[in-house]
């Protein structure tokens, strides 16, 4: 899970820096269409591999592979000129993420775990995930009905949301440890009663 997240770091982090606003209709299209591809597979793998319900594991499975068919559509339909950000497959990732994010909790609300919830690393993607997509939603369904001037007034919200998902992400890397993690694996009691910590 962590390597799913570094990885999702990484390449989030390699398509923020690109500066798209001077190219063609057809490449700021593939951008973006790849770009929201991306995540919404990042996030879907996430729920997927943190899911134990077969039922909801199949409906992410489904639904996936229903949104990558919707993209590949999508993308060779662009043809407006006004063409800033594919809002509409960001509004269907961002429903179906929040239909992931509610069976999650189901799931684990479900569950008789000795845990906590809010103690779990998944806990905190799902509210990273939750939090991004909650806050930045409605900007980004707007985003091609928006003049430049309500785009610069109101766009520093969706870099809000995207620095609450990161620091959310960073408590959920501070609370991940691994199934098989003894902490007192490396505790060994010496002849004399006194522990080497080493």
Request: overall charge neutral.
């Amino acid at each position: 899970m962590l390597v799913l997240l570094a990885a999702y770091g990484i390449i989030a982090f390699s398509y923020l820096r690109l500066e798209i606003k001077d190219l063609d209709l057809n490449l700021k299209a593939a951008y973006a269409v790849s770009y929201t591809t991306i995540e919404y597979l990042f996030f879907a793998s996430f729920f997927y591999l943190s899911m134990k319900n077969k039922g909801f594991r199949r409906l992410i499975l489904a639904l996936s592979a229903a949104f990558v068919v919707f993209q590949v559509l999508f993308f060779i339909n662009v043809k407006d000129d006004n063409f800033r950000l594919d809002t509409i497959p960001i509004g269907v990732e961002t429903i179906l993420l929040f239909i992931y994010t509610f069976c999650f909790f189901y799931e684990n609300m479900k569950s008789s775990s000795d845990v906590n919830l809010y103690n779990s690393f998944g806990f905190w993607i799902a509210v990273g995930i939750l939090l991004y997509l909650g806050v930045s939603f409605f900007l980004y369904i707007l985003a091609n009905d928006m003049n430049q001037q309500e785009i610069d007034l109101y766009w520093p919200v969706t870099y809000v949301a995207e620095m609450i998902k990161n620091l959310v992400f960073c408590v959920a890397i501070f609370m991940y440890r691994p199934k098989n993690h003894d902490p007192k694996k490396n505790f060994r009691p010496s002849q004399d009663g006194i522990p080497h910590l080493i």
